[in-house]
């Protein structure tokens, strides 16, 4: 089989054609420091490759997402602790509004006061992010979640937003408390029973607070409890709206500071009844924090013929339901410094997870530039060994002989 000089000539020529287009491939990876620079340099290495990129790009959005809802959960937790200190300062104004020789005066200045900060409090209530969002608007729902609609036909604040708030998640934590549950969810009373007076009352009976003595022995009745005067003597009775008069409560003989106890109920009852005076027992339901400091506000401008006693009964129901809800306030803010502590968890998290993906990604398609120099060195040697010999063998032709 004979070969051409031309087709020989053919040959060298394209090898090293190849070889300088493998130099100057080998040239590109080191100006660019990859390795793999298309699926067809190593197919599995790209691959592997566009996988960790793929997962790298949804670790940092939930990065941004989660140092988004952190800085929406430490204003939320600024915002509680300014409304537990507006709560503290009412509180320290309903003890001061206890004083027996302040008159009308002094009363309407704390009353003015308390409306102040209940307004303040609907402020914090209504505290929207930096990008605009409510803090405290649970859900979503109305840009302005809570809307004053107090009038002289008592309407109050109402919750515009939507009740519940999103569930923390593994790479996600939520940029929105449920106010609501905060501020709008507060017991009445004590928690299970709610006392107050009669509006047709004349004497100048109180109560205390009440508490439960007997869980158990609760009914959740109503109940009244009566006061009449027999033979000169005040007596009361306790009556249930379902059973009727309750035993051992009938007719007694009542003293001012006395303490009763009936179905799992205890309270002491103050001052000195009128005949037909009455105070009522009602299972609690809840309220909220805003018309706790209203109905304190309403009852220092009270200017009925028994305000004092009814003055006296608001406001120590106020400061039985403003403590209630001072611990609603405290414990959504110990949630939120604990969701504040689990975030900087899952940001030290998912930061190593990112360092660990850029590392498998550079380990698949970087190039080691020590190893990738001295492969081009050695290219590039060889190409123009290459072309010398070619260079000296071109010249052996029968037609140099001839000359």
């Given amino acids: 089989m004979r070969i051409s000089t031309a087709n020989s000539y053919d040959n060298t020529v394209s090898l090293l054609a190849r070889r300088q287009a493998e130099l100057a491939a080998q040239q590109e990876k080191i100006a660019t420091g990859k390795r793999v620079q298309k699926a067809s340099d190593d197919p599995v290495a790209a691959t592997l490759a566009e996988t960790a990129q793929n997962r790298l790009s949804r670790t940092q959005a939930d990065l941004r997402s989660l140092e988004t809802a952190r800085s929406s959960l430490q204003q939320a937790e600024s915002g509680l602790a300014e409304s537990g200190e507006l709560i503290q300062k009412v509180r320290d104004l309903l003890v001061s509004a206890g004083n027996a020789t302040f008159g009308p005066s002094e009363r309407e200045d704390i009353a003015r006061q308390l409306e102040g900060l209940r307004e303040q409090m609907i402020g914090v209530a209504n505290l929207k992010d930096n990008s605009?969002?409510?803090?405290?608007?649970?859900?979503?729902?109305?840009?302005?979640?809570?809307?004053?609609?107090?009038?002289?036909?008592?309407?109050?604040?109402?919750?515009?937003?939507?009740?519940?708030?999103?569930?923390?998640?593994?790479?996600?934590?939520?940029?929105?408390?449920?106010?609501?549950?905060?501020?709008?969810?507060?017991?009445?009373?004590?928690?299970?029973?709610?006392?107050?007076?009669?509006?047709?009352?004349?004497?100048?009976?109180?109560?205390?607070?009440?508490?439960?003595?007997?869980?158990?022995?609760?009914?959740?009745?109503?109940?009244?409890?009566?006061?009449?005067?027999?033979?000169?003597?005040?007596?009361?009775?306790?009556?249930?709206?379902?059973?009727?008069?309750?035993?051992?409560?009938?007719?007694?003989?009542?003293?001012?500071?006395?303490?009763?106890?009936?179905?799992?109920?205890?309270?002491?009852?103050?001052?000195?009844?009128?005949?037909?005076d009455q105070i009522n027992s009602l299972p609690s339901t809840n309220t909220n924090i805003f018309k706790v400091v209203q109905d304190a506000v309403d009852a220092l401008r009270d200017t009925s013929t028994n305000s004092g006693a009814v003055r006296n009964q608001a406001l120590a129901r106020t400061m039985t339901e403003l403590d209630a809800g001072h611990d609603r306030v405290l414990l959504a803010r110990g949630r939120a410094g604990e969701w504040l502590n689990r975030a900087d968890s899952l940001n030290t998290l998912m930061e190593d997870r990112s360092v660990d993906l850029k590392t498998e990604k550079s380990r698949l398609e970087d190039l080691d530039l020590v190893k990738g120099i001295s492969d081009f060195q050695m290219q590039q040697l060889g190409l123009e060994a290459a072309l010398k010999s070619y260079a000296q063998v071109q010249r052996l032709s029968l037609f140099q002989v001839i000359n």
């Fill in 132 to 276: 605009g969002r409510t803090l405290f608007g649970g859900l979503g729902g109305a840009a302005t979640p809570f809307v004053d609609l107090y009038s002289a036909i008592g309407n109050g604040v109402q919750f515009n937003g939507q009740r519940g708030q999103a569930a923390a998640g593994n790479t996600s934590l939520p940029q929105a408390l449920d106010g609501n549950a905060i501020w709008m969810r507060v017991p009445q009373g004590n928690g299970s029973f709610t006392l107050g007076l009669d509006p047709g009352n004349t004497g100048s009976v109180s109560t205390s607070v009440g508490e439960v003595r007997d869980p158990a022995a609760l009914t959740g009745d109503d109940y009244a409890i009566g006061f009449a005067e027999v033979a000169g003597v005040m007596q009361y009775t306790v009556t249930s709206s379902v059973t009727g008069p309750v035993a051992g409560h009938i007719g007694v003989p009542y003293t001012p500071g006395m303490t009763i106890e009936f179905e799992g109920q205890s309270l002491q009852m103050n001052g000195q009844p009128a005949a037909g």
